[in-house]
Nanobody, 122 residues
Framework: VQLQASGGGLVQAGESLSLSCVAS????????MAWYRQAPGKQRELVAT???????NYTDFVKGRFTLSRDNARNAVYLQMNSLKPEDTAIYYC?????????????????WGEGTLVTVSS
């Protein structure tokens, strides 16, 4: 299973960016999909997460500014980021839990994308 993220770039404070992530490969289904980020010198942190039944949760620092959406038919997750701040500067990583078919059953496998850089200038 591979995750391909795209959409990062350089913007000014207050502007918007949209990130995309598509899962590909051999899997039975995708359960959760999420976005994390890692700023320079800091640990990776959760931004937003979603389940396959439509439940979406955001961390406090992006509520009201970021919107996560999913397209289950395309195995894709998106992150619309509005009102960006310099402190949003980070590498953004797509994360997914895929169910891999093993004989007559499936097992969960967590997968990370390579990350896409978002830089917000003041």
């Amino acid at each position: 299973v591979q995750l391909q993220a795209s959409g990062g770039g350089l913007v000014q404070a207050g502007e918007s960016l949209s990130l995309s992530c598509v899962a590909s490969g051999r899997f039975a289904s995708i359960t959760s999909m999420a976005w994390y980020r890692q700023a320079p010198g800091k640990q990776r942190e959760l931004v937003a997460t979603s389940t396959d039944d439509g439940n979406i949760n955001y961390t406090d620092f992006v509520k009201g500014r970021f919107t996560l959406s999913r397209d289950n038919a395309r195995n894709a997750v998106y992150l619309q980021m509005n009102s960006l701040k310099p402190e949003d500067t980070a590498i953004y990583y797509c994360n997914a839990v895929a169910r891999i078919r093993i004989l007559a059953s499936t097992l969960p496998r967590q997968v990370w994308g390579e990350g896409t850089l978002v830089t917000v200038s003041s």
